[in-house]
């Protein structure tokens, strides 16, 4: 089955970018959406389709995709993007379907 | 306000049986394709579930196939996972999670989840 790939941690001072990816084959092919998941908290999705923010999303948040990585890049990071961020995309095979994540990555604020 | 509610969780020996709600709010149900999504304690998100609108669209994760079942009534507003022989890795917090029905599947909005713990 499809594996996605996070770096389980990274940390970033504030005011800095913070530049988050998820490996996987060809991902490129593929559309890679991005969730937040704040401590104790449900995740919230904060990029779909490789680079679109849901509304009140806000633009220091934007996605990119090519090669066999996707990238997440926070700009101007602030201590209330501290979190784990998780990739996903859907998975099509000859006999399964469904919905893979990556690992997450825990991103701390120095 | 778009809201889910999961209910139904709680403590349940290995092998025992399980059946979990989600009940909707807020948007138009019958619209919607819905996904179970699950998070042991401590560690990352695992899709085990997509049904369609309609029901007629259903996928398991290979981790839950043959033992979990997901049905919708659509006149309630409410989803539910009938859990079957469960195992000590099932351990976790469920979410039922809105689909955002665009090109490919992916989840805008959560629940707060509702926790099963399989434990003797």
């Known amino acids: 089955s499809y594996e996605l790939t996070q770096s389980p941690s990274m940390s970033v001072a504030p005011g800095q970018t913070a530049s988050i990816t998820c490996g996987g084959d060809?991902?490129?092919?593929?559309?890679v959406h991005w969730y937040q998941q704040r401590p104790g908290q449900a995740p919230v999705l904060v990029v779909y389709?490789?680079?679109d923010r849901p509304s009140g999303i806000p633009e220091r948040f934007s996605g990119s995709n090519s090669g066999n990585k996707a990238t997440l890049s926070i700009s101007r990071v602030e201590a209330g993007d501290e979190a784990d961020y998780y990739c996903?995309?859907?998975?099509?095979?000859?006999?399964?379907?469904?919905?893979?994540f990556g690992g997450g990555t825990k991103l701390t604020v120095l | 306000e778009v809201q889910l509610v999961e209910s139904g969780g709680g403590l349940v020996q290995p092998g025992g049986s399980l059946r979990l709600s989600c009940t909707a709010s807020?948007?138009?149900?019958?619209?919607?394709?819905i996904n179970w999504v699950r998070q042991s304690p401590g560690k990352g998100l695992e899709w085990i579930s997509y049904?369609?609108?309609?029901?007629?669209?259903?996928y398991y994760a290979d981790s839950v196939k043959g033992r979990f079942t997901v049905s919708r009534d659509n006149a309630k507003n409410s989803l539910y996972l009938q859990m079957n022989s469960l195992r000590s890795e099932d351990t976790a917090l469920y979410y039922c999670?809105?689909?955002?029905?665009?090109?490919?599947?992916?989840?805008?909005?959560w629940g707060q989840g509702t926790l099963v713990t399989v434990s003797s």
């Open positions: 060809n991902i490129e092919k593929k559309s």
């Open positions: 049904i369609s609108s309609s029901s007629t669209t259903i």
């Open positions: 996903q995309v859907w998975d099509i095979n000859d006999d399964h379907r469904g919905m893979v």
């Open positions: 999670a809105r689909d955002r029905m665009g090109f490919t599947p992916t989840i805008d909005f």
């Open positions: 389709d490789d680079r």
């Open positions: 807020g948007f138009t149900f019958t619209a919607y394709s």
